[in-house]
């Protein structure tokens, strides 16, 4: 059974360029959770999602960030016009069942020129 | 809401001691405390969880106890060995819909050989 995959492993964007990074979660995982830990830092929570519902999204920046879960194919957060203080790593992490443990995934570090 | 601290930021010990990680909690409500472990460049790995219907939990080498009057926990590992130098974070949660996990701020092993 395959852990969470993300992608792409490292991104490299220049101010003012969008961002998309994906989260493929575990297989029979129907809950995701996104989590950006900066530098030197620990792991902050952004959004929950299930399949077609965003359920928390109280972490995420008002302005700029989006995240998606469709019915078909992986999760993805959204970064528009990035700015160098989203530099980052950005984790991914499913579980089962809504109040089951999390899995992360390898991250995706992005850095923005 | 939620907030977690964890200490000692750094720690490092000879292999074959104990290491000792504490973290405290705000939110009484909180009752599910996990910890990860973290290595250079990967995501955090599930290492040991408890919920706060139980006072400790072991697992081989490694051990977590819960007291819910004080609101802290802690990571205990016995006869460290190198392997085990990484990034260690807690975390808390109320274990309700959507385990929004907060994080503490990490705790850097270093096992000398």
């Known amino acids: 059974n395959a852990g969470v995959m993300q992608n792409p492993r490292h991104l490299v964007r220049r101010r003012g360029q969008e961002a998309r990074l994906r989260c493929s979660p575990m297989k029979g995982h129907s809950h995701v959770y996104w989590y950006r830990q900066l530098p030197e830092e620990g792991l902050k929570f952004m959004v929950y999602?299930?399949?077609?519902?965003?359920?928390?999204e109280s972490g995420m920046p008002k302005e700029r960030f989006s995240a998606e879960f469709p019915k078909e194919g992986p999760s993805i957060l959204r970064i528009q016009q990035v700015v160098r203080g989203d530099s980052a790593a950005y984790f991914c992490?499913?579980?089962?069942?809504?109040?089951?443990?999390?899995?992360f995934g390898p991250g995706t570090r992005l850095t923005v020129l | 809401g939620e907030n977690v601290e964890q200490h000692p930021s750094t720690l490092s010990v000879q292999e074959g001691d104990s290491a000792v990680i504490k973290c405290t909690y705000s939110?009484?409500?909180?009752?599910?405390f996990p910890w990860y472990k973290q290595e250079l460049g990967k995501g955090p790995q599930l290492i040991i969880d408890?919920?706060?219907?139980?006072g400790e939990k072991k697992d081989q080498r490694i051990a977590v106890t819960l007291n819910k009057t004080a609101k802290h926990f802690s990571l205990h590992i016995t006869e460290t060995q190198p392997e085990d130098s990484a990034v260690y974070f807690c975390a808390a949660s109320k274990g309700e819909y959507g385990n929004k996990l907060v994080f503490g701020a990490g705790t850097i092993l270093r096992v000398k050989s």
């Open positions: 992490a499913s579980s089962p069942r809504p109040s089951d443990e999390q899995f």
């Open positions: 939110d009484s409500a909180s009752n599910y």
């Open positions: 408890i919920r706060s219907n139980v």
């Open positions: 999602l299930q399949k077609e519902n965003i359920i928390d």
